[in-house]
């Protein structure tokens, strides 16, 4: 086809070739065509990001409930422990049933946990939240070790209804009671007349006045004044101190322990022998001279009893005094297995060494000059007349001499599922 040229005054010469003007409109058809696509694949990309947007929201949704249930969780879950540590550590534990008392003890089998599960204490509440609507409190329940001189306590801390409950479990065990482990204890005065060498310590909830061997080991303290020799104490001795004004200690009655423990109505067997009185006026009274091992046996005298002998492992139990004439000895493991213990006072005569847990309601005196070792404990003076050396031992292994339950430790326990 020919192009065709046109002339216009004024204007610039340009041709118009219609083949041209056709293949021009044939590719503005074909861009529009181009344009349809672009839009669809636009709308097919806006589809899928508002897919994806709405998935991440679900995603972002279902993280934020979760992480709040977790959150929620977790604080109940801290809550019961610390409501558990609370319920462990508080005092009033030991007023519990099976907590304060050795019988329980002595009753667990071996091999037996948690004996008591039954045993709670529900009353107890420590906080609330502010609408009180969901209570933080602790339960107890009490058990058995595997061992029979431990007992444990569980303490489950709650919050609301069960949920986030957390267990402790506290453990215990029987430990004598501080006045035997003191050494020299009374709750009186104590004095020494002669010279005395001392390896443990002495205390008096009235006055002490010793005369003691420079190469003693010793703390001597007293709730009055207490002194060495004729001058008070100024530090001449390397091993030992003295206080004066120092705290009173506690020291336990030989006549509750036998009303507590029932020892006037136990029956006589093999293991609790009965002694007989015999003699008249100041004589009277039960004699007992031992010898050996006897066997872990408790005498019980229902008056005065005069010890003779050499013995050990074995107990006496004197509703009077108590004479020690004889010899009572540690055991073969150097431990102390022999107790005397006197609702009036004891005596020691002679140049016998004793060992044992000593204990008087009323005085206890020592003439001659001996070894006492082991514990001497009395309600009234300790007075000793001759050359005395006293060695504390606190290797105790004498079952009735009286003990109390001490808390141990804790630790959360984890049950496997």
Not at 192 to 201: E, K, Q, R
Not at 320 to 330: A, E, I, K, P, Q
Not at 339 to 346: L, M, Q, R, S, V
Request: glycine share 12%; net charge negative.
């Amino acid at each position: 086809m020919q192009s065709s040229i046109l002339w216009l005054p004024g204007a610039k010469r340009f041709s118009l070739d219609f083949e041209s003007l056709c293949m021009t409109r044939r590719m503005r058809g074909g861009g529009v065509k181009t344009q349809g696509k672009q839009r669809g694949a636009v709308l097919v990309v806006t589809l899928v990001m508002l897919v994806m947007a709405l998935m991440l929201g679900l995603s972002s949704f279902q993280s934020a409930r979760l992480e709040e249930s977790m959150s929620g969780n977790y604080r109940s879950s801290t809550q019961a422990l610390m409501a558990a540590e609370y319920g462990a550590s508080d005092n009033d534990i030991y007023s519990l049933q099976g907590v304060g008392n050795l019988d329980f003890i002595s009753t667990c089998d071996s091999g037996v946990d948690y004996a008591l599960p039954d045993e709670w204490d529900e009353d107890v509440q420590i906080v609330y939240d502010q609408d009180q609507s969901t209570s933080l409190g602790y339960r107890y329940s009490v058990g058995c070790r595997e061992f029979d001189d431990r007992l444990v306590l569980l303490v489950t801390g709650f919050f609301g209804a069960g949920n986030g409950s957390r267990t402790i479990e506290v453990d215990f065990r029987s430990e004598l009671l501080p006045a035997f482990g003191q050494g020299m204890l009374s709750d009186s005065n104590i004095r020494v007349n002669g010279g005395a060498t001392l390896f443990g310590d002495v205390h008096a909830n009235g006055n002490v006045s010793l005369d003691v061997d420079a190469s003693s080991t010793s703390n001597i303290s007293a709730s009055g004044s207490a002194s060495i020799g004729d001058e008070k104490y100024e530090g001449e001795y390397e091993n030992v101190t003295v206080t004066s004004g120092a705290d009173s200690v506690e020291v336990p009655s030989v006549r509750d322990f036998f009303d507590e423990g029932g020892v006037y109505d136990i029956e006589e067997s093999e293991q609790f022998v009965i002694l007989s009185i015999t003699g008249s006026g100041a004589n009277q009274g039960c004699n007992f001279d031992g010898s050996g091992d006897l066997q872990g046996v408790t005498y019980f005298c229902p008056g005065k009893l005069v010890l003779s002998g050499s013995f050990n492992n074995a107990t006496f139990f004197a509703d009077g005094d108590v004479d020690h004439n004889g010899s009572s000895n540690l055991s073969d493991s150097e431990s102390v297995d022999v107790g005397i213990f006197a609702t009036g006072n004891i005596e020691f005569n002679g140049q016998n060494d004793a060992y044992g847990v000593f204990w008087a309601d009323g005085k206890m005196t020592q003439n001659g000059s001996s070894i006492i070792g082991g514990s001497m404990v009395s309600g009234g003076d300790m007075t000793l007349n001759g050359g005395f050396t006293f060695i504390s031992n606190s290797d105790i292994v004498v079952d009735s001499v009286p003990s109390g339950i001490v808390r141990n430790g804790w630790r959360e326990r984890v049950v496997d599922t």
